[in-house]
């Protein structure tokens, strides 16, 4: 009877020493290195054409009446091709744009449900969809002015600027950002196997293209899924806000300006995976 009492004290003796490791391992984990690749699920802006000016405007609006109809259109086209250029305008394909980024990130945790962290990250835009703009396509083909004289040349211009917005090609490296990031998060509750949070994040950073300053706002709501008690996946669902600011060409007859001036804003919602170990 006494032994059976030792064996059943003994056992109760490591059921409460791993119970109370159990509860104090993730009080004991404070700093964090992961590394995650992003991947776009919905952008929204379509205004490619302010990011690079030798892409298309395809918004049908009042202001951009030189993309809808097109100048060879306007002047020279009959009463039919001027209503076929505003239905090819309004039924070709809309640009649109994927992205994916990389990022190393640390975050320690001052407090126990509190955390400050660190990122950097890689993000590349590819642009899907995209078109020359009337302008530069009528310039470069038409450069002799010869359908000024020609009727046939002008009206294969004018079917040429009709079509236009058909054609369209991809650029797999369209926009690419380099950025450091800080951030703040709340972890929701001390778990030995999950660590759900939310995370607000800052960040600075350049496009490669033309140098502009790219301002970013983060928010993500994800969790650490721990396999051992250090090593961890991560699952992660993020919004962005891109803000660029860099210095306007100057005019002709203006002088150049050194001051900084908002050029696009860009949205992204994206999923992002990773893994990570805690210390």
């Not at 109370?20 to 009080?27: G, S, V």
């Not at 202001?63 to 086209?77: F, K, L, M, P, S």
């Not at 051992?228 to 002709?252: H, I, M, P, Q, R």
Request: net charge positive; aromatic share 14%.
């Amino acid at each position: 009877m006494n032994k059976n009492k030792k064996v059943i004290i003994f056992i109760l003796i490591i059921l409460i020493n791993s119970g109370t490791e159990a509860e104090e391992l993730p009080n004991k984990r404070k700093f964090f290195i992961e590394a995650s690749a992003l991947r776009s699920i919905y952008i929204p802006n379509t205004n490619l054409h302010q990011i690079d000016d030798t892409v298309m405007n395809k918004n049908n609006d009042f202001n951009n009446r030189q993309e809808v109809i097109g100048d060879r259109t306007t002047a020279y086209g009959s009463d039919q091709q001027k209503l076929a250029s505003i239905y090819a305008f309004l039924n070709s394909p809309k640009p649109k744009l994927t992205s994916q980024s990389f990022s190393m990130f640390a975050e320690y945790l001052f407090f126990p449900k509190v955390g400050f962290g660190i990122s950097l990250n890689n993000t590349n835009f590819q642009a899907h969809n995209i078109s020359e703009t009337k302008f530069d396509n009528n310039f470069r083909n038409d450069l002799l002015n010869s359908y000024l004289t020609n009727q046939t040349v002008r009206e294969n211009s004018i079917v040429r600027e009709i079509l236009l917005p058909y054609t369209t090609k991809s650029n797999s490296d369209f926009l690419r950002i380099l950025s450091v990031g800080f951030h703040v998060s709340y972890h929701f509750i001390n778990h030995k196997t999950f660590d759900p949070y939310i995370r607000l994040g800052l960040g600075y950073g350049r496009n490669n293209e033309d140098m502009a300053v790219i301002y970013l706002t983060t928010l993500s709501l994800g969790s650490r899924f721990f396999l051992t008690d250090k090593f961890y996946l991560l699952a992660e669902c993020t919004g962005s806000n891109y803000d660029a600011f860099k210095v306007k060409d100057s005019s002709l007859f203006e002088s150049k300006k050194n001051n900084l001036s908002h050029v696009w804003s860009l949205q992204e919602y994206s999923g992002k995976i990773g893994i990570g170990f805690a210390f």
